[in-house]
C-alpha cells in the first residue's frame, strides 16, 4: 500500500498525460502558451500502463483519473483506458478534460472501459468562455457534455472556477443549467498553480462567497459528512434534493487530513500533492530496467514522505510550486 507517516493510504491516482492542451485559460497559462514536453520525456503508452499496473495490482490503488494539460489530445487514451480497464483487480477509470473532442470519442472511452468524465466548464456564456479561455469552444464543450451523457459516462460532473470580473455572478445560472442537464456541478476555489504566476489570494472567489450567492437563489442543506469520505468536495442537496452541488475548497477549507491520492506526471514523476515542490523519478528506474518490486519500492518511500498538508493555511511561507497545473495533472 501507499502509505504515509501520517496514516494516510492512498487509493486514488491521478494519472497526467500530456502537458498540452487547447484552451488558454487565464487560471492557468499565458496566452502564448508554454514550452511543451519533449515527446522523448513523455512516457509512452506502455510505460504508463505497467506504471498503473504496478499501482494496482502491488500498491492497493482502486481508482484511476486520467488527466492533463488535455487528456484527449493524447492519440492512444482509448487504448490506455482499454489496457487498465483489463487490470485485476479492475481499478474504477475516470477522466478530466475541458470536453473539447469529446463528442466524437465518448461512445469509444465508454466501449473501451471508462466509468465516468469531469468537464470543466466555467460559464453558460459563450463570450464570456472566450475571455476566460481565449477560444471559441464554447460549442464544443457543450456538445462534449451531451455525448458524455448519452454515452452513459455518469455521473456527468462539470467543474467551475469562478473569477472576480469575468464570472463571479454565475454561481445560481450555472446551477440551474447544471440541474436542467442532470449534471452535478462542483465549483473549485482558484488555486496557486497557474503558469505566470498571478494568484492573488485577497482576490479569489472563495467558498463562502460562492455557497452565500447559491442561497440567493437556492436553499442548500449539508449532506452528511461521512457521506463524503476522502473526496475533496463538500456537497450540499439543493432545495431538498435530489440534485447536489458541491465546492471544493482547497485554499480556505483544505481537506488535507483525508487525502487519499498519488499522482503521476506526464514525464513519470510521482507527486504527492497538488502543491508538493518535490518529485521522484520513475521514469528514469523505468527506462533503466527496474523490476516492478522496485519501483514499487520507490513509489512507496516517496509517498512516506509526504507532507502533513498543502501549505496554504499558511500563506507567510507557502510556496508555489514551480510547474503550472496543465503539468501537474488536475
Same mark, same amino acid.
Given at each position: 500500500?501507499?502509505?504515509?507517516?501520517?496514516?494516510?493510504?492512498?487509493?486514488?491516482?491521478?494519472?497526467?498525460?500530456?502537458?498540452?492542451?487547447?484552451?488558454?485559460?487565464?487560471?492557468?497559462?499565458?496566452?502564448?502558451?508554454?514550452?511543451?514536453?519533449?515527446?522523448?520525456?513523455?512516457?509512452?503508452?506502455?510505460?504508463?500502463?505497467?506504471?498503473?499496473?504496478?499501482?494496482?495490482?502491488?500498491?492497493?490503488?482502486?481508482?484511476?483519473?486520467?488527466?492533463?494539460?488535455?487528456?484527449?489530445?493524447?492519440?492512444?487514451?482509448?487504448?490506455?483506458?482499454?489496457?487498465? *480497464?483489463?487490470?485485476?483487480?479492475?481499478?474504477?477509470?475516470?477522466?478530466?478534460?475541458?470536453?473539447?473532442?469529446?463528442?466524437?470519442?465518448?461512445?469509444?472511452?465508454?466501449?473501451?472501459?471508462?466509468?465516468?468524465?469531469?468537464?470543466?466548464?466555467?460559464?453558460?456564456?459563450?463570450?464570456?468562455?472566450?475571455?476566460?479561455?481565449?477560444?471559441?469552444?464554447?460549442?464544443?464543450?457543450?456538445?462534449?457534455?451531451?455525448?458524455?451523457?448519452?454515452?452513459?459516462?455518469?455521473?456527468?460532473?462539470?467543474?467551475?472556477?469562478?473569477?472576480?470580473?469575468?464570472?463571479?455572478?454565475?454561481?445560481?445560472?450555472?446551477?440551474?443549467?447544471?440541474?436542467?442537464?442532470?449534471?452535478?456541478?462542483?465549483?473549485?476555489?482558484?488555486?496557486?498553480?497557474? *503558469?505566470?504566476?498571478?494568484?492573488?489570494?485577497?482576490?479569489m472567489i472563495t467558498a463562502g462567497d460562492i455557497l452565500?450567492?447559491?442561497?440567493?437563489?437556492?436553499?442548500?442543506?449539508?449532506?452528511?459528512?461521512?457521506?463524503?469520505?476522502?473526496?475533496?468536495?463538500?456537497?450540499?442537496?439543493?432545495?431538498?434534493?435530489?440534485?447536489?452541488?458541491?465546492?471544493?475548497?482547497?485554499?480556505?477549507?483544505?481537506?488535507?487530513?483525508?487525502?487519499?491520492?498519488?499522482?503521476?506526471?506526464?514525464?513519470?514523476?510521482?507527486?504527492?500533492?497538488?502543491?508538493?515542490?518535490?518529485?521522484?523519478?520513475?521514469?528514469?528506474?523505468?527506462?533503466?530496467?527496474?523490476?516492478?518490486?522496485?519501483?514499487?519500492?520507490?513509489?512507496?518511500?516517496?509517498?512516506?514522505?509526504?507532507?502533513?498538508?498543502?501549505?496554504?493555511?499558511?500563506?507567510?511561507?507557502?510556496?508555489?510550486?514551480?510547474?503550472?497545473?496543465?503539468?501537474?495533472?488536475?
Open positions: 500500500m501507499l502509505l504515509d507517516t501520517y496514516g494516510r493510504i492512498a487509493t486514488d491516482l491521478r494519472v497526467s498525460l500530456t502537458d498540452r492542451c487547447n484552451l488558454r485559460c487565464t487560471y492557468c497559462m499565458p496566452e502564448e502558451g508554454l514550452s511543451w514536453l519533449a515527446k522523448p520525456e513523455l512516457l509512452t503508452d506502455d510505460e504508463i500502463v505497467r506504471l498503473v499496473d504496478i499501482a494496482v495490482t502491488r500498491l492497493g490503488v482502486t481508482e484511476v483519473r486520467f488527466t492533463g494539460g488535455e487528456p484527449l489530445l493524447r492519440p492512444g487514451l482509448v487504448g490506455i483506458v482499454e489496457r487498465c *480497464a483489463a487490470l485485476r483487480p479492475r481499478p474504477k477509470l475516470s477522466l478530466t478534460t475541458n470536453g473539447i473532442g469529446l463528442e466524437r470519442t465518448a461512445a469509444a472511452l465508454r466501449d473501451a472501459g471508462l466509468d465516468r468524465v469531469n468537464v470543466s466548464l466555467d460559464t453558460t456564456d459563450p463570450a464570456v468562455f472566450e475571455r476566460i479561455t481565449r477560444r471559441r469552444r464554447h460549442g464544443d464543450v457543450l456538445r462534449g457534455l451531451a455525448a458524455a451523457k448519452a454515452a452513459g459516462l455518469t455521473p456527468v460532473k462539470v467543474n467551475a472556477v469562478l473569477m472576480p470580473g469575468l464570472n463571479d455572478t454565475e454561481a445560481p445560472g450555472l446551477l440551474a443549467w447544471a440541474m436542467a442537464h442532470g449534471y452535478e456541478l462542483r465549483f473549485i476555489e482558484q488555486m496557486p498553480l497557474d *503558469a505566470q504566476h498571478g494568484w492573488q489570494r485577497a482576490e452565500a450567492s447559491l442561497r440567493t437563489r437556492f436553499t442548500l442543506t449539508p449532506e452528511e459528512t461521512e457521506r463524503r469520505g476522502s473526496a475533496p468536495a463538500e456537497r450540499w442537496l439543493v432545495d431538498g434534493g435530489p440534485h447536489r452541488v458541491g465546492v471544493i475548497a482547497s485554499v480556505t477549507r483544505p481537506f488535507c487530513r483525508a487525502c487519499d491520492r498519488t499522482r503521476l506526471t506526464a514525464d513519470g514523476q510521482v507527486r504527492t500533492c497538488l502543491f508538493a515542490t518535490e518529485e521522484s523519478d520513475l521514469r528514469g528506474a523505468l527506462r533503466s530496467g527496474a523490476g516492478d518490486e522496485e519501483i514499487a519500492a520507490r513509489w512507496r518511500a516517496a509517498m512516506w514522505g509526504k507532507k502533513a498538508g498543502s501549505g496554504l493555511d499558511d500563506p507567510e511561507s507557502f510556496e508555489q510550486p514551480s510547474r503550472p497545473m496543465s503539468a501537474i495533472g488536475g
